[in-house]
Each structure stands twice: as structure tokens, then as C-alpha cells.
């Protein structure tokens, strides 16, 4: 079954309002929240709707350039620049935004294979994006919470301007309550009977919440153990991962939930990646090392940081998304480097951020949501190649 179809079959036989991930994050930002960095800016911009459109190279968001002898419009060059504080990947696209506060993005709802300005009408202030489904949501400083329009404005959603942290389609505020939402021609709120919550990691049809104590509850689809229960029964109310109450960060994808504890080490449950939790629906410590700090969970891989700035990667590697051109061993595997401070997964694709404020990208390309300013007349899927090693973006 497709995740869409999921999506609304689990909604209508639980009710349970649930965030859909990738980056995704699993994360602020997707599947993994660590797509944003420390340093702020006073300004921003928005996004648009992840499910919709068709890919048209004409479109008035692709960069524009030179055309080539078949009338299409070719990309200016690529030219990579550090100035990146924020960013949050999709399941086809990317976000991103610019010490300056200027809004890029780039994939499938750019269309566009390079970074371009975000083009949305209104004095915006955006600091975070969560890709959900069907539509971008974006945070503002004052914590309201906005979508694109079919008009292509921003649209605010909710009456509360509370929010602190956005994930898949849901969102932390202030008082430490956790909202989801889904869509019909407007979101439908629920509020998750859970907290209060310091920090939350959305996925595809699951949520999960770190409460002030240091508990984690989970709720949503469980088929694959991703609540971490011990079973594998869907839940339309949140239960606890464990009595334990040393938990820190949390990320969710389709069917796989991992978490860091206070204590450094690396925990994960849920659908098996490559054979290293072996299918378990209670949390599984991932090697033996205690000095993990933040995890991020894409469909069938997971990547994670560590003190010293390295960056590990594991699981399917089929478009390249664990940054290696090798099909890597059960297990982290570490990227080269030591000067990675932020990182997300999503679906098929990962970013990272250096400490020099560049941001690299990797995995799958159909649709240029690596951002390496590769192109291609072709349809999408058959004219962009993948990308297996980290490739700085463009702008």
C-alpha cells in the first residue's frame, strides 16, 4: 500500500492525528530534527506542497540561464557558498535558508536542480520547514505555523503563535503540548494526550514525544514494533518505550524510530535497516559506543553525529544515501571528515551541515533535490544521476 493510502487508513480506522516524516526529519526539520543550526537570522521566506504539481522545466521557480538547441531553459552555473545556518529535506526536494535570511530550495517543488529563491507574496520570517504530507510547513520566529496556498501565498494555519518546533505534521509549543494535524481543504488539529514534551520525531505514520523526565511515549502505526512497545499493535494514544527516563533525542521514518540517551548511546527498533536491530519492537542498542549526540532516520537508512564532528552512516545504499560508493557493512560507517555539525535524512536523500557554514547533500537525484546543479532536458529519473559521496550544494 502506498504511504498516502496508509496515511488515511490509519487515520480513519484509529483517528489519530500522526506526522508523516522524511527528514526526511526526522527532525526541527523532518525525520531527525537537526536540520537547523544555532546561529539565527532576522528574516526568511516559505514553501510550497511536496504531493502536487508535474515537473515542467519552464517552470517560473528553475533557474533561469542559457537555452539550449531544443528550447529548453539550462541553469546558470554552479557556485557553492557557505552562508547556510538552516535547511530540511524531503522526500524530492530541499530546503534552505541563508545567513541573510534569503529562502532557497530546490528538487521537485523548485523545479529546479540548483538552489532558488523561495517566491512568496508577504513580509515573512520563517526559521524551520517540516516536510509533510500533503504540504511544506514552516515555522515562523514568532511561532506561527504557515503553509502554501494553491495560490502559491503563504497561509497561516492555527490560531496559536506558541510553537517551537515543527516535525513531520506536527508541532511542539511553548507549554510543551504536541499538535498534529491532517489534511482536508484545511488541517484538522488534535492534540496528542502526552507530555509535557521537551522534544518530538515524526514519522511517516508514527509519533513519538521526549518528555521534560526523560520518558518516551510513542503513538500511531506499529506494525513493524516502530513504537517500541514490545508490540506490534497500532496505538491511537501514546505508550512508553521502556520504563527508562534518560532519554534525549528522538527521529521517525515509515516504520523505524532510533533515539540517543543522556548517557551517549545509540538506540533503535522498528523496521530491521540492513540486518543490524534484527526487526525488534522494543529498542536495540546500535554498537557500544557511548558518545552518539543526534540521530536522523531516513526510509532504510540512518545516520547519526558524534562530539568530534564525524558523521556515521548505515543501512540500504541504494541511491547513495549513506554517502559511500561502497554498499556499506552492518553498521555506522564513518563519512570522511571531522567537521560536520548538523545533519538530516529523508527519504532517499541526506544533508549536512559544516562547521564552515557549506552544506553538502548526497543520494538520490531524480528530481535535483541534491542540489549539485546537475540537469538535464530528460524527464525526471532519466536524465539526473545519483549522487553516492557528499557533493557541496550550489549558491
Known amino acids: 500500500?502506498?504511504?498516502?493510502?496508509?496515511?488515511?487508513?490509519?487515520?480513519?480506522?484509529?483517528?489519530?492525528?500522526?506526522?508523516?516524516?522524511?527528514?526526511?526529519?526526522?527532525?526541527?526539520?523532518?525525520?531527525?530534527?537537526?536540520?537547523?543550526?544555532?546561529?539565527?537570522?532576522?528574516?526568511?521566506?516559505?514553501?510550497?506542497?511536496?504531493?502536487?504539481?508535474?515537473?515542467?522545466?519552464?517552470?517560473s521557480n528553475t533557474t533561469e540561464g542559457t537555452t539550449s538547441d531544443d528550447g529548453d531553459t539550462e541553469p546558470l552555473p554552479c557556485n557553492p557558498a557557505p552562508g547556510w545556518t538552516h535547511f530540511a529535506t524531503g522526500t524530492l526536494g530541499t530546503w534552505g535558508r541563508k545567513e541573510d535570511g534569503t529562502q532557497l530550495w530546490w528538487g521537485f517543488n523548485a523545479r529546479a536542480h540548483s538552489p532558488v529563491p523561495v517566491t512568496a507574496e508577504g513580509d515573512l520570517d520563517w526559521i524551520d520547514v517540516a516536510f509533510?504530507?500533503?504540504?511544506?510547513?514552516?515555522?515562523?520566529?514568532?511561532?506561527?505555523?504557515?503553509?502554501?496556498?494553491?495560490?502559491?501565498?503563504?497561509?497561516?494555519?492555527?490560531?496559536?503563535?506558541?510553537?517551537?518546533?515543527?516535525?513531520?505534521?506536527?508541532?511542539?509549543?511553548?507549554?510543551?503540548?504536541?499538535?498534529?494535524?491532517?489534511?482536508?481543504?484545511?488541517?484538522?488539529?488534535?492534540?496528542?494526550?502526552?507530555?509535557?514534551?521537551?522534544?518530538?520525531?515524526?514519522?511517516w505514520n508514527h509519533g513519538c514525544a521526549r518528555l521534560a523526565d526523560g520518558a518516551l511515549w510513542c503513538w500511531g502505526e506499529n506494525r513493524m514494533g516502530q513504537l517500541g512497545d514490545g508490540t506490534t499493535t497500532d496505538s491511537n494514544t501514546p505508550v512508553q518505550v521502556g520504563t527508562d527516563s534518560d532519554w534525549d533525542q528522538v527521529a521517525?521514518?515509515?516504520?523505524?524510530?532510533?533515539?540517543?540517551?543522556?548517557?551517549?548511546?545509540?538506540?533503535?527498533?522498528?523496521?530491521?535497516?540492513?540486518?543490524i536491530w534484527h526487526q525488534s519492537s522494543e529498542p536495540v542498542q546500535i554498537g557500544t559506543d557511548t558518545d552518539w549526540t543526534t540521530v536522523t532516520v531516513g526510509w532504510q537508512h540512518a545516520c547519526a553525529l558524534k562530539p568530534d564532528h564525524t558523521l556515521w552512516c548505515w543501512g540500504r545504499n541504494e541511491f547513495g544515501e549513506v554517502?559511500?560508493?561502497?554498499?556499506?557493512?552492518?553498521?555506522?560507517?564513518?563519512?570522511?571528515?571531522?567537521?560536520?555539525?548538523?545533519?538530516?535524512?529523508?527519504?532517499?536523500?541526506?544533508?549536512?551541515?559544516?562547521?564552515?557554514?557549506?552544506?553538502?547533500?548526497?543520494?538520490?537525484?531524480?528530481?535535483?533535490?541534491?542540489?549539485?546543479?546537475?540537469?538535464?532536458?530528460?524527464?525526471?529519473?532519466?536524465?539526473?544521476?545519483?549522487?553516492?559521496?557528499?557533493?557541496?550544494?550550489?549558491?
Open 252 to 275: 521517525g521514518s515509515e516504520d523505524s524510530t532510533c533515539a540517543t540517551r543522556m548517557d551517549g548511546t545509540l538506540w533503535c527498533w522498528g523496521f530491521d535497516v540492513e540486518n
Open 132 to 203: 509533510g504530507d500533503p504540504r511544506f510547513v514552516a515555522i515562523s520566529q514568532q511561532g506561527e505555523l504557515f503553509h502554501i496556498g494553491d495560490s502559491g501565498d503563504p497561509v497561516l494555519i492555527g490560531a496559536e503563535a506558541d510553537s517551537v518546533d515543527i516535525s513531520g505534521n506536527c508541532a511542539l509549543r511553548e507549554g510543551g503540548q504536541v499538535i498534529c494535524w491532517t489534511w482536508d481543504e484545511e488541517p484538522i488539529f488534535s492534540q496528542i494526550e502526552v507530555g509535557p514534551a521537551a522534544a518530538i520525531g515524526i514519522g
Open 323 to 395: 554517502g559511500t560508493l561502497d554498499w556499506p557493512g552492518p553498521g555506522p560507517t564513518m563519512l570522511e571528515g571531522e567537521d560536520w555539525v548538523l545533519v538530516e535524512a529523508s527519504h532517499w536523500h541526506t544533508c549536512a551541515l559544516k562547521e564552515d557554514s557549506t552544506l553538502w547533500c548526497w543520494g538520490r537525484n531524480d528530481y535535483g533535490q541534491v542540489g549539485n546543479g546537475e540537469w538535464s532536458p530528460a524527464d525526471p529519473g532519466e536524465g539526473l544521476t545519483d549522487v553516492f559521496t557528499p557533493v557541496q550544494v550550489c549558491g
Open 1 to 59: 500500500m502506498n504511504p498516502m493510502a496508509r496515511w488515511w487508513l490509519l487515520v480513519s480506522t484509529l483517528g489519530v492525528v500522526l506526522g508523516v516524516g522524511c527528514g526526511d526529519s526526522t527532525s526541527s526539520g523532518g525525520e531527525g530534527a537537526t536540520g537547523s543550526s544555532d546561529s539565527e537570522s532576522e528574516s526568511g521566506s516559505s514553501t510550497s506542497e511536496e504531493s502536487s504539481g508535474t515537473w515542467s522545466s519552464s517552470s
